[in-house]
């Protein structure tokens, strides 16, 4: 048997640890090459106790002492076996899939640098490359020439609790030095369609959650702008002070776009920093062909972009833009002697540390870069145009279908399509509150099946008044037609006997 410590640095006499990463990269191989075959399962579904207790050769448990090389690989190889293959053609499950070689590449490399955003010191490729793809965002967005700001978060919960940070920080610099008791009642303002992120970062910063402010949607789940004016007015009446807007940019579950020129008129009225939570939409920029749906975004004053969304790119990938320069790093400076010293010798401007809540900061950017490099921007957006095609025929086909039935009678906004499964027994029956029960109910059930299964997965919820309807959305690049076919087969298959 081999042993860890028969690797490098310790020891590697017989070229040990090439045998050992090229064993790993077989298995990478394999799965890879599982997760592209359609026949494949996507998953071989354990329940969580059998996962605890231990399958066949694989243990969970952690043990006092080394395990084999032997070993280890068997583990390798389990860890893929018992997985979500996410790059799997027919996971249609979150908004962030696929497998990219180049992204994966990516990763590889990253984790053999193993180094830290914080300084150019220690990663001066990484934060030159984080500072070239930031004003190549800059630039898609619309802020022209004007020096923005920005930087890579650990997703789009965080950058968007960071532009609400940063809204609150320009407009009551004070609270950075004697906190909220300093401060008036602030609100901010979010459609009812928005991300829950945006509740989560009002009580991680202490305004309160009861201090967001939901803002109607019309029927389409955009913000009705008139709404919008109407609680801001309100708010003030009653002594509020409102500070600022989250608008949505491809809302998660129905994939709408708020319609940001209005919002921004909204906000220059009324002195409003508007944020544009573009988590899943800011990929639609890349497309010539379907970048006007963000329309009005320019007029943000910063914007969360999530490029581990529709442009696919390996988890984690998102940043926060800042039209304003500067901010980022006033609210969020604390000047650690020991790492940012201002008499080094190089420019510092690279360092990115105190533009960050965090203290060491995971280079999320090699990959992105790395994929932009490989695409180009045209890759980019014949991938993303792709599954808006894809998305318009899925439509297409449930409209026909009197067995399904749209959420919206409408062709998608974005790749999201929402529908609802109607067994045959609840097919000729239109309303009623014993129809609602009972189609509330069909959604779990197929997706349980294909989960159990492992022939698909796909998202479902309730809405407001809807019952739980499932959500189809396109972000995974090795989805063709045929899968989309096989999706509506498999719901037919599960779903008539129920
Ligand atoms: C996914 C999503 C987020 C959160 O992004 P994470 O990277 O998952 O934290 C925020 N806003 C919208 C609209 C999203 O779809």
């Known amino acids: 048997y081999l042993f860890y410590s028969d690797l490098l640095p310790s020891k590697d006499d017989k070229d040990l640890t090439q045998y050992f990463l090229l064993q790993v990269v077989d298995i990478l191989l394999n799965y890879i090459k599982k997760t592209f075959d359609a026949k494949s399962k996507i998953l071989d579904f354990h329940h969580p106790h059998q996962l605890l207790e231990g399958l066949d050769g694989f243990n969970l448990n952690l043990s006092d002492h ?14 893929l076996k018992y997985g979500v293959k996410t790059g799997h053609p027919r996971y249609f499950n979150q908004l962030s899939s696929g497998l990219d070689m180049i992204g994966l590449a990516g990763e590889w490399l990253t984790a053999t640098a193993n180094t830290n955003m914080f300084t150019y010191e220690i990663a001066p490729v990484f934060t030159s490359m984080e500072a070239i793809l930031l004003k190549k965002m800059y630039e898609i967005i619309g802020w022209g020439e004007a020096e923005a700001d920005g930087i890579f978060s650990p997703g789009g919960s965080i950058s968007n609790l960071y532009g609400i940070l940063v809204a609150r920080y320009k407009l009551y610099p004070e609270i950075k030095t004697k906190g909220m008791a300093a401060l008036p009642c602030i609100v901010l303002f979010v459609s009812e369609q928005g991300h829950y992120s945006v509740k989560k970062a009002a009580a991680v910063l202490g305004i309160g959650v009861h201090h967001v402010i939901e803002v109607k949607c019309d029927e389409r789940g955009k913000m009705i702008p008139d ?39 909204v906000c220059e009225k009324h002195k409003l920093w508007m944020h544009v939570d573009a988590a899943w939409g800011g990929g639609l920029l ?9 329309s009005g975004i320019e007029r ?46 190089y420019n510092v401007d690279f360092d990115t540390g105190d533009k960050s809540i ?42 026909e279908k009197d067995n399904f039935q749209l959420v919206f009678d409408a062709e998608p906004e974005f790749t999201n399509v929402c529908f609802w499964y109607l067994p045959p027994r609840l097919k000729y029956i239109t309303k009623g509150l014993e129809r609602e029960q009972e189609l509330h109910k069909i959604a779990p059930k197929i997706k349980a099946r294909m989960t159990e299964e492992g022939t698909a997965m796909i998202s479902y919820q309730p809405c407001g008044d809807k019952v739980n309807f499932f959500r189809m959305i396109f972000s995974n690049p090795a989805t063709r037609q045929t899968d989309v076919d096989y999706l509506i087969d498999e719901m037919e298959r599960i779903g008539k006997d129920l």
Not at 366 to 375: T, V
């Open 66 to 79: 080394p395990e084999s090389l032997e070993q280890i690989l068997v583990d390798c190889t389990d860890t």
């Open 227 to 265: 709404e919008l004016e109407k609680n801001v007015l309100q708010a003030k009446t009653k002594g509020q002070a409102p500070f600022c807007v989250i608008a949505t940019a491809g809302s998660t579950v129905f994939g709408a776009f708020d319609p940001l020129h209005a919002i921004a008129d």
């Open 286 to 294: 890349l497309s010539r062909k379907y970048s006007y749906k963000l």
């Open 300 to 345: 943000a004053n910063s914007v969360t972009w999530n490029p581990h969304k529709l442009m696919g790119v390996p988890l984690q990938c998102s940043a926060i833009l800042i039209r304003e320069k500067g901010l980022l790093e006033a609210c969020n400076q604390m000047q650690a002697g020991y790492l940012f010293q201002p008499d080094k010798l």
């Open 358 to 399: 965090q203290c060491g900061r995971h280079v999320d950017i090699f990959k992105l870069w790395l994929m932009w490099k490989a695409k180009g921007t045209c890759g980019f957006e014949e991938q993303i145009n792709r599954y808006m095609e894809l998305a318009k025929y899925f439509y297409k086909v449930l409209k």
